[in-house]
């Protein structure tokens, strides 16, 4: 039989069927329980908490920090003035983010 034939098809539901009865609804976690391997968990990366979520308010930084540092060159060669003021506040607004972040994960320790 052919790749992808109706073997894979049916082992692909069978899996997808026991992911969807062994999810954990606490924390989107999944365990695949299967005979003769161990348990894999896969966890959502962009949950509260998560490795992105965590990684988010510093990707804003870096990405107004860039836009700050694109009007200040445009503003020098005569663009307005108002892009290195909405770089700047781009900038306060992912500093305050960083902070409230901290905050937060200092409040829970």
């Known amino acids: 039989m052919a790749k992808g034939g109706f073997d894979t098809c049916?082992?692909?539901?069978?899996?997808?069927?026991?992911?969807?009865?062994?999810?954990?609804?606490?924390?989107?976690?999944?365990?695949?329980r299967s005979p003769g391997a161990e348990r894999a968990i896969m966890e959502n990366p962009f949950r509260n908490g998560g490795p992105a979520d965590k990684a988010m308010p510093y990707?804003?930084?870096?990405?107004?920090?860039?836009?700050?540092?694109m009007g200040v060159m445009m503003y020098g060669e005569g663009a307005s003035p108002l892009w290195p003021l909405g770089g700047g506040v781009l900038?306060?607004?992912?500093?305050?983010?960083i902070y409230r972040q901290m905050r937060a994960r200092r409040d829970r320790a």
């Open 10 to 32: 049916l082992a692909r539901d069978m899996i997808r069927r026991q992911i969807r009865r062994e999810r954990d609804i606490r924390g989107g976690a999944v365990q695949l």
């Open 59 to 69: 990707v804003g930084l870096i990405v107004s920090a860039n836009v700050l540092a």
């Open 91 to 97: 900038v306060l607004l992912a500093c305050h983010e």
